[in-house]
Structure formats: C-alpha cells, structure tokens
C-alpha cells in the first residue's frame, strides 16, 4: 500500500482515502464519488476493526460481504482497495493506542467505553498506510469525524478531513451497513429516528429554541415507538458535542440493532 502511495505522490498525483467497515451500500459510494471528484487516486480501505467493538457488541457477527464489496468497488472505478488483516494491523506485541479527550467523551464516547480509542488508533494507522491529501467520512457518524479532525490536527496527519451528507432511504432512514440486522417490523419501526429529527427540524424553524423543548420533540416521537428504546436523544454544539446547541444527536436501539443519526436543527430535512 505504502509503496502505491508513494509512487503516486512521486508522479504528483493526489489520494483520496475512504475508510470503511465494508458491507459497502449508497453512503460509502457517495464518499468514494466525492474522493473521486477531488483527487487523481481514490483508495478504499476495508477493515473491521476489533478494537473499536466493546465487548458484547456486534464484532463477530458485523455483516462481511466481501464478493459484494469487491462488485462495487470495481463498479465505482476505485484505483486500490487495502483490506489488511487483523493481525497485520495489530501484530503480537502491539500496544498503543489513540486516546482523543474532549470531543469523544461525551455521547458515543461515554455509551461505548474504547469505541472512539478504537478508531482514533485505526485511523492513524490508515493514515500513515496510506498518506492521503484527504480522507472522506460521513456525516451519519457525526462525532466519528469531529474525532477524526480533532485527531488529524493534534497529530499532525497532512490530511484534510472532508465530511459528507448522510444517504438515506426513501422513508428517511440513514443507510448503515447494520440496517441488515432489522427485522421487517424493526425495519419499519426505525423510521422513527429520521421522523424524530424531522419534527425537531420543524420546530426549530417555527421558531423554538429552548434545549428542552426541542428535546422533547425528539424523545416524544422516539418513545412513541413501542419497538425503539431512547440511550440518548440531545442538541448539542457540533464540535464539542456538548450542549448547548443546534445538532440534534440519537442513538437509539431497535430490538437488540443500535442505530445512530443526527441532523444540523438550521436545516432542511431532505425528502
Ligand atoms: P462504516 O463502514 O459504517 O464504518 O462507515 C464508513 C464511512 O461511511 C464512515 O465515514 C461513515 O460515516 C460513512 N457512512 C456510513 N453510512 C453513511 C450514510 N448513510 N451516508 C453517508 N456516509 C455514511
């Protein structure tokens, strides 16, 4: 991988990296289109990285779909795909890890203990790997890359972070590689997470402001729904992910599928 990387920067030419679990749909091709549009070699990683995974979480069973991966990777033109393995990423021996304060203790941070060391660490990995001019994350995973720049400029990584729109179903719901766990009745049950931040859009545009209020018009819409248990439901600043603020942030479960979304309160919802 290195050594691509290195010829390509030898001839001028720019990379763009997208780093991803696979199980690869719409939201991972908008990122790949985007780091096509802005550099002459786009790379895609894919690793499921264990060490992001708490225990009891979904590591072993994470949807791995390599055939259909490879399908679409070469249907969108990527120039290189590097899909290491767990033990070329984290070798015997290996022990150092990638704590990033302040913004990754709150919210994901404090409901997944390790989770955000997990990717601050894999993600500086993938950086030196790979040396990119810029790397594309989603908007879905909004604290992920709020993390990520924060990690990129405490360390140095020549790397711009580029943050892309969250792809979503006809019916709101956010694409995620784990929509695969639903049930058809949690299916339709989680089309309360996007109807939750549609209605706090709503009200935010009509005019309320009041943390709570708008806390309720997401938890009301959520607690409607017998199938969705609330672990968290907040407005919070953007880039501390603390309130107060205008990003309206969930993670809610789904029978035993943990599903997370936000959208900026000042926006129009889309569909
Ligand atoms: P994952 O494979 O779930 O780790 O996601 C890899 C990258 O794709 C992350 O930067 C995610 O934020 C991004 N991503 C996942 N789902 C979506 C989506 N629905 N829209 C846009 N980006 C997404």
């Known amino acids: ?13 720019t990379i763009g990296l997208v780093p991803t679990m696979g199980a690869l749909h719409a939201g991972h091709l908008s990122l790949i289109e985007s780091a096509r549009s ?62 990033v304060a302040g913004v990754a203790d709150p919210l ?3 409901a997944r203990p390790g989770h955000f060391e997990g990717v601050a660490t894999v993600v500086s990995k993938l950086f030196s790997a790979v040396e ?26 020549p790397v711009e972070i580029r943050v892309c729109p969250t792809v979503r179903e006809a019916d709101g719901l956010a694409l995620s590689s784990r929509n695969a766990y639903l049930s058809p009745d949690e299916r ?14 709503e ?7 009041r943390p709570d209020e708008l806390r309720k018009v997401l938890c009301g819409r959520l607690e409607a729904e017998p199938l969705a248990r609330v672990e968290y439901a907040e ?24 599903l997370i979304d936000n959208h900026e309160l000042s926006k129009v919802f889309p569909g």
């Open 1 to 13: 991988m290195t050594a691509a990387s290195r010829r390509w920067r030898a001839q001028g030419l």
């Open 38 to 99: 802005e550099n002459s070699k786009v790379v895609v990683s894919i690793f499921v990285n264990p060490i992001q995974f708490g225990p009891g979480e979904d590591f072993g069973r994470y949807p791995r779909e390599p055939a259909h991966d490879a399908e679409l990777l070469r249907a969108a033109g990527v120039d290189a795909v590097y899909r290491p393995s767990v033990e070329a990423m984290y070798p015997p021996g290996s022990s150092t890890r990638v704590h």
């Open 108 to 110: 994901e941070g404090a």
């Open 132 to 157: 990119p001019e810029r790397a594309y994350f989603g908007q879905k995973d909004a604290q992920q890359a709020a993390v990520v720049k924060r990690l990129a400029r405490d360390l140095d990584f």
């Open 188 to 201: 339709r049950a989680s089309v309360s997470l996007s109807s939750a931040l549609r209605l706090a859009v």
């Open 203 to 209: 009200a935010y545009a009509a005019g309320e402001r």
């Open 235 to 258: 407005v919070v600043d953007p880039e501390t992910f603390t309130p107060p603020g205008t990003l309206a942030v969930l993670a809610v479960r789904i029978g035993k599928t943990r």
